[in-house]
């Protein structure tokens, strides 16, 4: 599944993780403003980590993300497990979209009324 959106406030930023020479990652945490509030844990990896500098605890943001999904056993013998991640690829001030939908329009006048007519 990709192309998924959802918006909350940022709740929790997370440092830097450095797993191996070849893959990093950085989390945080929103929380939705629903009936019932959600905090999601979403990750960033290898060159999205930055992406969340650009945002604060508070800030009410929209969330671009990939629902991933994967198996693992740790033994042919143990129960297998899935995890599921959010991969974020994509943050933006909600702010800020709503100010670029109503740009600064100038006023319209109104339509001179019929009876203004001059002939």
Not at 6 to 11: C, L, M, S
């Amino acid at each position: 599944m990709s192309n998924l959106s959802v918006e909350g406030k940022i709740k929790r930023i997370h440092d830097e993780q450095v797993i191996s020479d070849r893959f990093k990652k950085r989390e945080f945490v929103i929380e939705t403003e629903e009936q019932y509030p959600q905090f999601l844990m979403f990750q960033l990896v290898q060159d999205k980590t930055n992406l969340v500098d650009a945002v604060k605890a508070g800030d009410k943001v929209e969330v671009f993300f990939n629902l991933r999904g994967r198996e693992w056993q740790k033994d042919p013998s143990s129960e297998i497990k899935v995890f599921n991640t959010l991969d974020a690829w994509r943050i933006q001030k909600v702010e800020a979209m709503q100010a670029e939908a109503m740009p600064n329009a100038e006023p319209v006048a109104p339509a001179a009324p019929e009876d203004d007519l001059p002939f």
